[in-house]
């Protein structure tokens, strides 16, 4: 196990609670590895990832298919997939206990009732042959022994304070008789049904037409905000993150690429990556002329480059990025860059 | 829910009036003489012949046999043999027994096919799930006469003289119950085996699926997991198959039922077809046709309790 300290200290953002920076953070993930064990060899899909979250915080975790950011979520509820998954290094500290050193029945006891997670899809995510409402009620049922009835009627609850319209009335539904947007806010409702410390929301706007996305997201963030919980909110799409995030976490190829508050990377990127996303969302005001993509395709990575991994994509390639893996760079306070040439990105140079 | 019975037993109808056509055809194109086979090697005497061709209709041609048959059926009278006995009382007396085989056996099937599938399931790719799958692929290719006469003779005939104590009998069906385990297990072999594999699969699949997912992200205990979430997903298609496969258990006790001797209309089939005893054939075939569809379409209608996304409007 690796004791040293990581490049990038825990987060040093003040603590709107305690007023304090440096005390220990909710839920700390410490210098994570995961990989898989695949015939065609092993996938390392998350390589040395770190972030911490505090209480009533939103961190959003930005990155494309297969940048690990689904996995590591994963990792820190415990439910990657058995016999392929290891974790071979790496710390997920929760109120200072290392979930990864906890017995299987511990560890289900923080599962669910203390920890809980939003999933993308909520269709295939909902057991098709069980009610809503039994789906909802098990978490009581199960975790406090609550009888059928109590935990039927705090279903009801649940619902409506998820705003499901008539939601006694639809207590007996079954999830393929809702909408997608209602079917999102029954997973929430399930979620936050015993008033985890943490949400995670895996693309919870995903699946969703974008009116519907904003009302899941308005109401996560609702959510948030009466019960005080941390937030991670995975994501691909930079949009949602602005309105709701207080941090934000690029990751690309297993590895974080760029840490920072959130208003920080919308006004200069550090990161050629993180500013090639920023570039690529459709604005009003550049109609009509193409539109910006990031050139190359994504690192296999069954076979990752030595380097960086973003390198044969990246503008600001020099010959060392190819060689020379860049660690990530404690750019400010606040702020982190796995980019050798960072200050060049800042700048706005090559742009 | 009601309109859709009556229409799936509406369409039985024409299913069950082609079977009978069907199976009449192919009885009298069978070679050989029924009345002349009744007197084994001796030669028919003429005018017997001739007096029992008139009285059975069998100098008319095909079709016309084929009406006087199926006019009487609809007036609730299903033939008789030639021995004069009425096709609908021997049906009567034998029905039973060939029902007993079938359930007995099916129930075998469902406990031990099920049983053995989770098992396997749960242990994927270690040994016991590699054990399994190899005994059932032996099941699957040894043929039901083979397992009937090796079961017989070893826990049939040699257990019972080794210990002295008669485990499974084997002939007949004089001790209820116990006199059906044996022939039951061999009937169900090879639904057991198929309905193991089909199981493990099944099973495995849907702990594959996102909802699996969830209920672990909620905390679930395994048990509850697999046991709940799981099973109730993974059991849709088993009932499935074990629905089809009762209509295949009964159509399969010819077999069976000849090894043990058991009086049920698997054997009277075979000895029908034997002495080509057309209303016999026709009357028990055409039962075993109504039970098929019977056995889908309750089927069909557990589905829709099973699957709640299914409805019949």
Request: net charge positive.
């Amino acid at each position: 196990m690796n004791q040293s300290t990581p490049p990038i200290p825990a987060w040093g953002i003040p603590d709107p609670v305690r007023g304090v920076t440096g005390t220990e953070p909710l839920l700390a993930v410490d210098d994570l590895h995961v990989e898989f064990a695949t015939r065609r060899g092993t996938v390392k899909a998350v390589n040395g990832v770190s972030y911490a979250l505090n209480p009533g915080e939103t961190l959003a975790v930005l990155g494309e298919s297969g940048s690990g950011k689904s996995v590591t979520a994963q990792a820190i509820m415990g439910i990657l997939d058995a016999p392929q998954a290891r974790i071979p290094r790496g710390r997920i500290r929760f109120r200072g206990t290392d979930l990864l050193r906890l017995k299987e029945d511990a560890r289900a006891q923080v599962r669910g009732r203390r920890i809980a997670m939003v999933f993308q899809d909520a269709l295939s995510a909902l057991n098709p042959v069980f009610t809503v409402g039994s789906q909802i009620a098990e978490m009581f049922r199960v975790h406090q022994g609550t009888s059928r009835r109590d935990a039927e009627a705090r279903a009801v609850e649940l619902m409506d304070r998820v705003r499901i319209p008539g939601a006694r009335q639809r207590l007996h539904d079954y999830p393929h008789q809702f909408s997608g947007g209602m079917r999102q806010r029954i997973m929430i409702a399930m979620a936050i049904a015993l008033d985890p410390e943490v949400l995670i929301a895996d693309e919870p706007t995903t699946a969703l037409d974008v009116t519907v996305q904003a009302q899941i997201m308005e109401l996560l963030a609702e959510v948030q905000r009466d019960s005080g919980m941390g937030m991670i909110l995975i994501t691909h799409d930079l949009g949602v993150v602005a309105d709701v995030a207080d941090k934000i976490v690029v990751m690309y190829g297993g590895r974080i690429v760029e840490n920072a508050l959130v208003h920080d990377v919308y006004r200069t990127p550090a990161h050629p990556y993180t500013k090639g996303l920023l570039k690529s969302i459709p604005r009003v005001d550049r109609k009509g002329r193409e539109l910006y993509a990031i050139s190359g395709t994504p690192p296999n990575l069954l076979d990752m480059p030595p380097g960086c991994a973003f390198a044969p994509r990246c503008p600001y390639r020099q010959d060392n990025c190819t060689t020379e893996a860049p660690p990530l760079y404690r750019i400010g306070p606040t702020r982190g860059s796995a980019c050798h040439y960072w200050r060049e990105v800042l700048d706005g140079s090559h742009g | 829910m009601g309109r859709y019975i009556l229409r799936r037993l509406l369409q039985a109808i024409p299913v069950l009036l082609g079977a009978t056509l069907l199976i009449y055809a192919i009885v009298f194109a069978l070679p050989g003489d029924p009345i002349a086979s009744m007197y084994g090697d001796k030669r028919a005497p003429e005018n017997v012949v001739n007096a029992m061709r008139e009285q059975y209709h069998l100098n008319d041609p095909f079709i016309v046999q084929y009406w006087h048959y199926i006019s009487g059926a609809f007036q609730g009278n299903f033939g008789r043999t030639f021995a004069g006995v009425e096709v609908s009382s021997i049906i009567a007396s034998k029905f039973q027994v060939t029902l007993n085989l079938a359930f007995t056996a099916l129930v075998m099937e469902a406990v031990i096919g099920v049983g053995l599938g989770l098992y396997a399931a749960l242990r994927r790719g270690r040994a016991q799930d590699t054990m399994v799958l190899a005994s059932t692929l032996v099941l699957i290719s040894v043929p039901t006469l083979v397992t009937g006469f090796v079961l017989q003779l070893l826990l049939g005939v040699k257990l019972k003289q080794s210990t002295g104590i008669e485990f499974f009998p084997i002939s007949g069906v004089a001790d209820g119950l116990h006199s059906y385990l044996l022939p039951a297990f061999v009937l169900a072999g090879t639904s057991i085996a198929y309905l193991t594999r089909l199981t493990r699969t099944s099973l495995a699949e849907t702990l594959r699926a996102d909802y699996i997912r969830t209920a672990v992200a909620k905390g679930m205990p395994r048990r509850r997991v697999v046991g709940r979430h799981a099973l109730r997903n993974a059991l849709i298609p088993l009932v499935t198959y074990l629905g089809a496969d009762l209509g295949t258990l009964m159509g399969g006790a010819v077999i069976t039922e000849t090894i043990f001797n058991l009086p049920g209309i698997g054997q009277e089939l075979f000895r029908s077809v034997y002495e080509r005893q057309q209303p016999v054939v026709v009357g028990i075939v055409t039962l075993l046709v109504l039970v098929y569809i019977l056995a889908n379409l309750i089927v069909d209608l557990l589905y829709a309790v099973l699957d709640p996304r299914i409805r019949y409007e």
